[in-house]
């Protein structure tokens, strides 16, 4: 498996403000992605990361509101740039084990409340 | 238009019943499905995959899948309070993406 570690568990911003969720994995991971879901309902993929490369973003989703990072093989950030309570919901960051069945493993998940 | 869609949206079974939820890719260029189980508050978790015709089983959970449908289906028997949770089926891309795409979900409530 892949355990996938995020920081901050949650978080409250006011709107306007920035916020960085970060993404440890404990092992080298080729692409990391990053879901939002609001109020557990479906995961909706906004970005894949794979390092050394720009992310490729989801449609509704972009490099400005939304910059990621990926430094490495186990790193990833994901900023939320001007936050609305419309961005009000959990991020969740995912991967899957190098040469797997391609199962997808999962963070705990950052709930963001934006007032 | 959702690309993955799921029924039903909520699911209310007796202890001990049996649930049956029920997902359909509308892309056919998927091949192969996961059904995932997010309990409240916590992270999605793989239940179980299926890319071939048949079904799997394992333990009190059975998926089936009909490739030329594009439709799979989870089955829980003797369910327990335990498995109340939504379900989310995903699917994925073949070709270079091979991205998750997920289902709106079904809520299951076990009544004890």
């Known amino acids: 498996s892949v355990l996938l570690y995020q920081k901050p568990n949650r978080d409250i911003c006011q709107s306007g403000t920035s916020l960085k969720i970060q993404c440890v994995a404990d092992s080298q991971v080729v692409s990391m992605f990053w879901y939002q879901q609001f109020q557990e309902q479906s995961l909706m993929l906004m970005a894949t990361a794979n390092e050394g490369s720009e992310a490729t973003y989801e449609s509704g989703f972009t490099k400005d509101k939304f910059p990621i990072s990926r430094p490495n093989l186990t790193f990833s950030t994901l900023t939320v740039n001007n936050a609305r309570p419309g961005d009000s919901s959990i991020y969740f960051c995912?991967?899957?084990?190098?040469?797997?069945?391609?199962?997808?493993?999962f963070g705990h998940g950052t709930k963001l409340s934006v007032l | 238009q959702q690309k993955v869609q799921q029924s039903p949206e909520s699911l209310i079974v007796p202890e001990g019943g049996m649930a049956s939820l029920n997902c359909t890719s509308s892309?056919?260029?998927?091949?192969y499905f996961w059904w995932y189980r997010q309990h409240s508050g916590k992270s999605p978790k793989m239940l179980m995959?299926?890319?071939?015709?048949g079904e799997k089983e394992e333990g009190r959970f059975t998926v089936h899948l009909n490739k030329a449908s594009l439709h799979t289906s989870l089955h829980i028997r003797d369910s327990q309070p335990s498995d109340s949770a939504l379900y989310l089926c995903a699917a994925r891309g073949a070709g270079n993406t091979r991205k998750l795409i997920f289902g709106l979900g079904t809520t299951l409530q076990v009544q004890p």
């Open positions: 892309d056919r260029n998927v091949d």
């Open positions: 995959s299926i890319f071939s015709n």
């Open positions: 995912s991967s899957r084990k190098q040469f797997s069945n391609e199962r997808l493993f």
